[in-house]
C-alpha cells in the first residue's frame, strides 16, 4: 500500500478549500472516491480497515471533513502546528532501570545502560537501545536480559563523559529506527564528528558509515537558517525515511522526508547521498521553553507518534532543565499533542528520548530516559495511552519505529 507522507506531499492542482465531504481524498487529490475515509467508518470497505472516529476526529478526520492537500515543503506554506487534544491521556507507568546482569564485565561498558537516546522494537520483540555517551548500542532481549554491540572505538575508548576528558568525542547517536529485522542509529549530525549512522543487522553484526555527505546537506537546509542540526529522531515508513530535527531554542523542530530506497543504496555504497525535504513543526511552549522532538516512531494509519520535551537549553551541546514532556501524533497536516503525566497526574519532567509503540498492546508505548548522570542506568518504562486514541491503535498495523 503507497504510503501518506506526513505533510510533506508537494501539493496538488485542487486547492486546500476544496475538501470533498464525506468522501477524504477525491480522484485526482490521493485516496480514490470509495477507499478515502468514509464518513464514520474510518478506512472505506475495500481497504477492510475499521477504525471509528477514536484519534481520527481528534486528528481533524471527522465526518464530513475529509481531508486537505498536503502543501508543499520548502514553501510560504504555514508550518504545521500542532495542537493540544484533552480528551487524551499519557501516563508514565512502571520503569525498570537498564543494568547488565554481568555487571562488572567490561569496565569501559560499565553496569548499565545510561543516557539512553533511541528506542526500536525488532519484529522479533527484541528492543534496541542508543545511548549517546556510548559508542554500543545495547539488543533488550524478552526476558529483560540485555547484550552489548560495540560500535568503532575512539582514541581507544566507547565510554564519553566530562570525568574522562572525552566528552566531546562521542559519536553523540541519538535516534533508532526498525528496517525489517535490521536497526539503523543516527547520530545528532550537529558537526562531522557527530555525524555517524550505525547498521545492527539480523545477524547482529555492526556496520558502521562516516554520513557527514548526507548530514552536510540537512545543516544547510534553508529552513534551518540559523539553527544548529540536531537529529533526535528517526523513523522508516514504507519508502520514507524521515529524520527529526529537534529544534533548540529559538530553533523551530523541522522533519526531513528522504527516499527509503536511495538512503539504502548511498548506505551499501551503490549510489549517491539522498536529497532531503523539509517541513517546520510547532510543538509549543511551557514556561517559555519551547519544546522540541526527542523521539518518533511508526504509528498506525501512517502516522508518526512523536515524543517531545521542553529542555531549556539553547545549544545543542548542552543540556538543561526539562520543564514538561508531550506525546502526540502527525497524520497529514493534523497534529495533536497531550502531556505526560505520572500516575498521580502530576507534570512529567523527566527526559524521555526513545519510544515505540507496542504493536501486542494498542494503548502501551516503550520509552527509555536520559538522566544525564553517569552514575544512574537509564530506565525502560511503560507509557500509557488513554482516551480516544486507542481506537486507532487498535487497527493493528505494524508500529516498530
Given at each position: 500500500m503507497r504510503e501518506r507522507i506526513i505533510g510533506l506531499r508537494p501539493r496538488r492542482v485542487v486547492a486546500a478549500s476544496d475538501w470533498i465531504a464525506g468522501f477524504g481524498r477525491a480522484v485526482g487529490i490521493?485516496?480514490?472516491?470509495?477507499?478515502?475515509?468514509?464518513?464514520?467508518?474510518?478506512?472505506?470497505?475495500?481497504?477492510?480497515?475499521?477504525v471509528g472516529i477514536g484519534w481520527l476526529a481528534a486528528l481533524g478526520w471527522a465526518a464530513g471533513c475529509g481531508?486537505?492537500?498536503?502543501?508543499?515543503?520548502?514553501?510560504?506554506?504555514?508550518?504545521?502546528?500542532?495542537?493540544?487534544?484533552?480528551?487524551?491521556?499519557?501516563?508514565?507507568?512502571?520503569?525498570?532501570?537498564?543494568?547488565?546482569a554481568d555487571v562488572g564485565a567490561d569496565p569501559d561498558r560499565g553496569p548499565h545502560v545510561r543516557a539512553a537516546s533511541g528506542l526500536?522494537?525488532?519484529?522479533?520483540?527484541?528492543?534496541?537501545?542508543?545511548?549517546?555517551?556510548?559508542?554500543?548500542?545495547?539488543?533488550?532481549?524478552?526476558?529483560?536480559?540485555?547484550?552489548?554491540?560495540?560500535?568503532?572505538?575512539?582514541?581507544?575508548?566507547r565510554r564519553f563523559e566530562e570525568a574522562l576528558g572525552n566528552k566531546a568525542d562521542k559519536p553523540d547517536l541519538e535516534a533508532c529506527t526498525a528496517w525489517d529485522a535490521d536497526v539503523f542509529a543516527f547520530g545528532s549530525?550537529?558537526?562531522?564528528?557527530?555525524?555517524?549512522?550505525?547498521?545492527?543487522?539480523?545477524?547482529?553484526?555492526?556496520?558502521?558509515?562516516?554520513?557527514?555527505?548526507?548530514?552536510?546537506?540537512?545543516?544547510?537546509?534553508?529552513?534551518?537558517?540559523?539553527?544548529?542540526?540536531?537529529?533526535?529522531?528517526?523513523?522508516?515508513?514504507?519508502?520514507r525515511l524521515w529524520l527529526l530535527h529537534r529544534g533548540n531554542g529559538t530553533g523551530r523542530p523541522a522533519i526531513f522526508e528522504l527516499a527509503a530506497r536511495e538512503f539504502i543504496d548511498w548506505f551499501e555504497g551503490r549510489g549517491a547521498v539522498p536529497g532531503a525535504r523539509a517541513r517546520l513543526v510547532d510543538l509549543g511552549a511551557i514556561d517559555g521553553v519551547p519544546f522540541g522532538f526527542t523521539d518518533a516512531t511508526h504509528g498506525p494509519s501512517e502516522s508518526l507518534f512523536f515524543l517531545a520535551g521542553a529542555e531549556d537549553s539553547a545549544s545543542v551541546l548542552e543540556?538543561?532543565?526539562?520543564?514538561?514532556?508531550?506525546?502526540?501524533?502527525?497524520?497529514g497536516d493534523r497534529a495533536v499533542f497531550v502531556p505526560?503525566?505520572?500516575?498521580e497526574g502530576r507534570p512529567v519532567t523527566e527526559k524521555l528520548e526513545g519510544v515505540a509503540l507496542d504493536p501486542a498492546d494498542p494503548t502501551r508505548a516503550w520509552v527509555v530516559t536520559d538522566v544525564d548522570d553517569t552514575e544512574i542506568p537509564a530506565n525502560l518504562c511503560q507509557l500509557r495511552l488513554?482516551?480516544?486514541?486507542?481506537?486507532?491503535?487498535?487497527?493493528?498495523?505494524?508500529?516498530?519505529?
Open positions: 490521493g485516496w480514490a472516491v470509495g477507499i478515502g475515509w468514509a464518513v464514520g467508518i474510518g478506512w472505506a470497505v475495500g481497504i477492510g480497515r475499521s481531508g486537505a492537500p498536503t502543501p508543499r515543503p520548502d514553501s510560504s506554506e504555514p508550518l504545521l502546528i500542532a495542537r493540544e487534544a484533552p480528551e487524551l491521556s499519557a501516563t508514565l507507568a512502571s520503569c525498570e532501570p537498564l543494568v547488565y526500536a522494537l525488532r519484529p522479533d520483540g527484541r528492543m534496541v537501545v542508543a545511548q549517546d555517551d556510548m559508542a554500543i548500542l545495547v539488543t533488550r532481549d524478552s526476558d529483560g536480559a540485555l547484550r552489548a554491540h560495540p560500535l568503532p572505538a575512539r582514541n581507544g575508548r549530525g550537529t558537526h562531522p564528528g557527530r555525524s555517524f549512522i550505525s547498521r545492527l543487522d539480523e545477524r547482529e553484526t555492526v556496520h558502521w558509515r562516516d554520513a557527514d555527505a548526507l548530514y552536510a546537506p540537512l545543516r544547510s537546509h534553508p529552513l534551518l537558517a540559523g539553527q544548529e542540526l540536531n537529529i533526535e529522531g528517526a523513523v522508516r515508513q514504507g519508502d543540556d538543561g532543565w526539562v520543564a514538561g514532556v508531550r506525546a502526540g501524533f502527525i497524520v505526560i503525566r505520572d500516575a488513554g482516551g480516544p486514541w486507542q481506537r486507532l491503535t487498535a487497527s493493528g498495523e505494524p508500529s516498530n519505529g
